[in-house]
């Protein structure tokens, strides 16, 4: 035996035993650093050994034509505490004011009491975490400089460990107004846009990436910045927030009226083709009715009667027609290879004879149809040829997702039958999107010129105009000055004498064509389920000096259906209310020798009559009424030239004469004396309960009786 082998042994078992518990040790280490410290560590490495790091540039915004933000990217903030940070003095200061930021959390996100907010603190505090969420939700830049300005947040994230998440929001002031148009971006904004002007102009609106990388200087890590982000420049859109609140106010209020499926309203300037308004609305599961898709660009349907000016136009440009030809429409209904062609009015009769400015001012099918069948079923492309001519077809690239381009059908086509042009004629067996009728109704108003709808009118950056988006001519003339003038004349006696009376207004004159169309089933027909209408109304304001115009087309579940009733009193109100919009008139044209130039004064206190008579320079006697911060009880007369202001005298023993005082004087005066005051009406006070100079009881209670 070895001498001292047993101390050897005990040594190397020492030694083993020492090594096998700093592996374990190691290990435990490893695994807690790997699990649960795992966020914290890689947060330490994103920002000390980042390279090339990517830096996200801020979005354009999108603007109104009438300078209001539609659509911004504002940052969004999640908020973490390192609770290991700035040490035990970091840690001290936090306990100190616990309390105080606690009750400052609470004022900023009042949803979370300040108890709420203390424990959850401490309950960080506790774990030492290095990434500890504060609250759960992102918070706004504004919110976030609040939290910041709390003990210990305010201090730096080395000191005080308050540290955050950035995100990039999109976000639009004015909710969902044009919000199809607008357009939707990804949740994570990084991934681009879904849809609309968002998607159209991301190339614009979203910039260039910068980037960056961390390099320790001087036993400090920085940001160092190898090429700079750029941000993305503004749209400016032609859109006016107040058009479009006025076209989508009163579309829905029909739509409901109606219990409609979905509408849409577009409303475009007519020399420069700038869309104004662009309303998409459609009926959800609750009732209520949201934008959720753009209809006006992506609806493929029959368009109805609105149709019928074309084909007219066709057949006057080709000079088989004029206003006063005549067509005998018999009882209201004719057989067309077949199959019945009625006017709405057929079980009364009919319209018989009539003539063409007759015809579209009553929207006769048989007027239109029997004229179109009589001049082309022997050579029907010579009709469609005629629609080409006026681009009616033509596709638009607005550069929408989902747009569509109209649908007509050619003779050398599938299922082109010899009903076909009867029915095409009256806006069946064609599919044109709403915005291209418009734009056709748009070249009529335009003396025949066709523009393209324009949604964005300039682009911007840091308040300058880089690049302004021209007027594109779509057609610089769809038909003859002659026709012209003829469908003109008549779209106007459409309105004012025919069946689009409720499209029109008193107080400026309105031309276009309405439109009533059953919607067809596909392959099921047109009265599988049930009939489904469109109505809808196209046209133009003011009709001598066409400023706007306008398509309202609604999808109705059932009848009765009148495109100008149901979508013509639609057009009316948004046509007054942006007629009202542009109405500017100099007060100076309204006196006459007759007008009244002195206003009404009330009785009561005088001071604040005097003072606006003053200001107002109306000839009186309200310079000698001296200022007085207590009410100057008194009355005032007044002629058509002079205004006149007596004080009177007081006695708090008696009831005051309180009659043609305003209510605001009245009661104020009455309470003072201790009396209770119930009021009826509204205006002037013209009777009182309790005579004047009747002795004042305390409590008593008077009645006055305002008109």
């Known amino acids: 035996m070895i001498p001292g082998l047993k101390n050897i042994m005990l040594r190397y078992t020492f030694i083993v035993v020492i090594m096998l518990v700093l592996a374990i040790l190691i290990i435990v280490k490893a695994g807690f650093i790997m699990f649960a410290e795992r966020q914290y560590w890689k947060d330490v490495a994103d920002r000390f050994v980042k390279e090339n790091v990517i830096i996200p540039p801020t979005r354009g915004n999108i603007i109104s034509s009438d300078g209001k ?208 308004a662009n309303v998409n609305m459609t009926r ?110 033509t596709p638009l690239n607005l550069g929408f997702v989902g747009e569509a381009s109209p649908r007509i059908l050619g003779p050398k086509e599938r299922y082109f039958a010899k ?14 999107p709403p915005i291209y009728i418009l734009n056709f109704y748009n070249a009529i108003a335009n003396d025949g010129v066709m523009v393209k709808p324009k949604f964005v009118k300039a682009i911007a950056k840091d308040g300058d105009i880089l690049e302004e988006i021209p007027t594109e001519i779509v057609n610089p003339k769809i038909c003859s000055d002659t026709t012209l003038t003829m469908i003109r004349t008549i779209l106007r006696k459409v309105v004012s004498e025919g069946l689009a009376k409720p499209a029109g207004s008193k107080q400026f004159s309105v031309s276009g064509k309405t439109g009533t169309a059953q919607i067809s089933q596909g392959k099921a027909g047109y009265k599988s389920g049930g009939v489904s209408y469109l109505v809808s109304f196209c046209g133009y304001f003011p009709s001598e000096a066409p400023k706007y115009s306008c398509i309202v087309s609604i999808q109705i579940p059932h009848g009765p259906a009148s495109g100008g009733l149901q979508a013509g009193s639609v057009f009316s109100r948004i046509a007054e209310r942006i ?61 058509d030239s002079y205004a006149d202001l007596k004080t009177t005298k007081m006695n708090k023993k008696l009831v005051p004469n309180v009659l043609n005082m305003g209510a605001k004087d009245a009661v104020y005066l009455l309470e003072s004396y201790g009396l209770k005051v119930r009021i009826t009406g509204i205006g002037k006070v013209r009777a009182q309960s309790i005579a004047a100079g009747s002795t004042i009881h305390r409590g008593q209670t008077i009645t006055l009786t305002l008109r």
């Not at 004879?353 to 004229?371: A, F, P, Q, R």
């Not at 200001?615 to 009410?631: D, E, F, H, R, T």
């Open 69 to 276: 933000l539609m659509a911004s990217s504002l940052p969004e903030y999640r908020i973490y505490m390192d609770f290991r940070a700035g040490g035990t003095e970091k840690d001290t200061m936090l306990m100190n004011h616990l309390a105080e930021i606690s009750q400052g959390l609470h004022e900023i996100f009042p949803d979370k009491s300040a108890q709420e907010f203390r424990k959850h603190l401490l309950k960080g505090r506790r774990s030492k975490s290095r990434h500890f969420l504060i609250y759960p939700k992102r918070i706004s830049y504004i919110e976030y400089k609040e939290v910041k300005r709390l003990p210990v947040f305010e201090l730096s994230p080395n000191k005080g460990g308050l540290h955050v998440e950035k995100f990039n929001q999109r976000k639009k002031p004015f909710g969902s107004l044009a919000m199809r148009t607008l357009g939707d971006m990804y949740p994570d904004i990084a991934q681009g846009a879904k849809n609309g002007l968002e998607l159209t102009y991301d190339s614009i609106l979203k910039g260039q990436n910068g980037i960056t990388h961390r390099q320790k200087v001087m036993n400090k890590y920085l940001n160092i910045i190898d090429k700079p982000a750029v941000d993305g420049c503004d749209i400016i859109t032609t859109i006016d927030v107040d058009m479009q609140d006025i076209a989508e106010k009163a579309l829905v209020d029909q739509l409901k009226n109606l219990e409609a499926i979905s509408g849409v309203a577009v409303l475009m300037e007519v020399k420069t083709g700038e869309v104004k």
């Open 579 to 639: 007629y009202a919009k542009h109405l500017f008139r100099d007060l100076a044209h309204a006196k006459d020798s007759t007008a009244v130039l002195i206003p009404g004064v009330k009785n009561g206190d005088i001071n604040e009559s005097a003072y606006v008579l003053r200001a107002l320079n109306v000839p009186g006697n309200s310079s000698s009424i001296p200022y007085s911060a207590q009410p100057l009880w008194g009355k005032a007369s007044c002629t």
């Open 284 to 393: 959800g599961n609750d009732g209520n009715y949201y934008e959720m898709r753009n209809a006006a660009v992506s609806n493929l349907m029959e368009p109805g009667s609105t149709f019928k000016t074309a084909s007219i136009m066709v057949a006057m440009e080709d000079k088989y027609i004029t206003p006063d030809y005549e067509v005998d429409t018999g009882n209201g209904q004719v057989n067309m290879y077949g199959s019945w062609m009625k006017d709405w009015n057929w079980y009364k009769g009919g319209y018989g004879k009539i003539d063409v400015t007759k015809i579209l001012e009553v929207s006769s099918n048989v007027g239109v149809s029997t004229i179109i069948d009589k001049f082309y079923k022997n050579n029907p492309q010579k009709f469609v040829d005629g629609l080409k001519r006026m681009s009616i077809d």
């Open 419 to 432: 009903t076909t042009l009867p029915w095409m004629s009256i806006g069946y067996e064609t599919m044109i």
